[in-house]
């Protein structure tokens, strides 16, 4: 994804890049780029933090938040910050934000991720938190005295469990502004994100992290990999008229046209993130992504045309089965081809994983993967009923382009 604040907090459309072999039609990775938005610099929820890799904050790295932070109320002491001195993590305070100015949040992820301005556009921020999952964001953010210096954003969505339907939160845009990055920060948020889900009877926190963010994730929140993601290339093939795909870009639907497309599709057996046609007409509405769906008579594919460089290329960004059936290779096949068709793209990229539907494309060797494109999860729930066991999660559930 390319920095545009969309994709986890602002991903623009999902850039696989990295994840391609040198040399492939003559480039170095064919879907991404470096920044905030996408695989490359953040690969989904959680995927884009520019916090990590902080220098001690001098005596005080192993501070630990104490939780009052998701109240909304302050952690310990306001910002007396002192001239030429590196603010202390007792000077920041972790709070709920309760008026969001989009316009301020995009501004100061440019500058926490060290991106040009406008990098993060405010419009895609604001779909982002309150409309592409359905459920609404919660942000917590730090304060140095009177002004904003980080953030962190929950991104409210459904999960099916064992059929029950739980609550969780993706991980999203976490950043520090450079001056104020301490690990007693990054502790300090993180236990305010574990304090508000626990308070809030939240279920599961979920994220697909870069490199960098992985490992911070599991330190100070204890996420674990659940699953990890296949990447796959490949080009499309002949055109199989006789499966009878229709394509049709979403930005030419009528809502209510587009929802009745797309509703044969939704509610399907297996663990993963509830899709319902309102849900998923909101994840597709994205203005300017230039989404399209094709529908065959067993499979829904949701695509998008995306380019690096001098490649571009078709993104497969969800695979859903009609409930009840079993796609056959040759649906999944002619829908990747009506898709590239479409876009005038042959070449295509998947990442994901899915248990009902047979992947197209040739699978990444896992010494190719620059990104280690996992799945982690935490399940919060005081008494389990079961597990979950992710049968269904792609692009379409975590790059939010």
Aim: positive net charge; charged residues 20%.
């Amino acid at each position: 994804m390319s920095p545009s604040p969309s994709r986890a907090a602002g991903l623009e459309p999902g850039r696989f890049a990295r994840f391609l072999p040198a040399g492939l039609i003559g480039t170095k990775g064919l879907i991404g780029t470096k920044g905030p938005m996408g695989i490359e610099g953040r690969t989904g929820p959680a995927g884009r933090t520019a916090a990590t890799d902080a220098p001690d904050d001098r005596g005080s790295a192993g501070q630990e938040a104490t939780g009052q932070e998701a109240t909304g109320q302050e952690t310990t002491g306001q910002a007396a910050t002192g001239r030429g001195r590196r603010p202390r993590p007792a000077d920041l305070a972790i709070a709920l934000e309760t008026a969001r100015d989009y316009d301020e949040t995009a501004a100061l992820a440019a500058e926490g991720f060290g991106v040009a301005p406008g990098a993060f556009r405010a419009d895609v921020l604001r779909w982002l938190y309150e409309t592409a999952f359905s459920d609404g964001t919660t942000v917590l953010a730090a304060h140095a005295g009177a002004r904003k210096v980080g953030h962190i954003a929950l991104v409210h969505q459904t999960l099916v469990v064992a059929g029950r339907r739980e609550s969780a939160v993706a991980l999203v845009d976490l950043f520090i502004l450079k001056a104020f990055r301490s690990r007693a920060a990054m502790a300090a948020l993180y236990g305010a994100v574990e304090a508000f889900c626990l308070e809030r009877g939240i279920g599961f926190i979920v994220a697909v992290p870069n490199v960098k963010a992985a490992g911070v994730n599991t330190r100070y929140l204890k996420l674990a990999e659940a699953a990890r993601l296949d990447i796959r290339v490949g080009l499309a093939g002949l055109p199989r008229p006789w499966h009878g795909v229709a394509s049709h870009r979403v930005a030419e639907l009528d809502p209510d046209r587009g929802r009745a497309i797309l509703e044969p599709f939704c509610g399907g057996d297996g663990d993963g993130l509830l899709w319902t046609a309102l849900r998923l007409w909101a994840r597709i509405g994205k203005p300017g992504a230039d989404y399209a769906v094709h529908a065959g008579r067993n499979l829904l594919l949701v695509s998008a045309p995306r380019r690096q460089g001098r490649a571009p290329h078709t993104m497969i960004c969800a695979l859903l089965a009609r409930p009840g059936t079993v796609p056959r290779r040759g649906e999944v096949a002619a829908a990747v081809s009506a898709a590239c068709r479409l876009h005038g793209r042959p070449l295509f990229v998947y990442a994901g994983l899915n248990g009902t539907v047979p992947r197209p494309g040739l699978l990444l060797p896992e010494r190719l993967r620059p990104s280690p494109m996992v799945l982690q999860t935490r399940d919060l729930r005081a008494e389990p009923v079961a597990p979950l066991a992710v049968s269904r999660f792609e692009a379409l559930d975590f790059d939010f382009i």
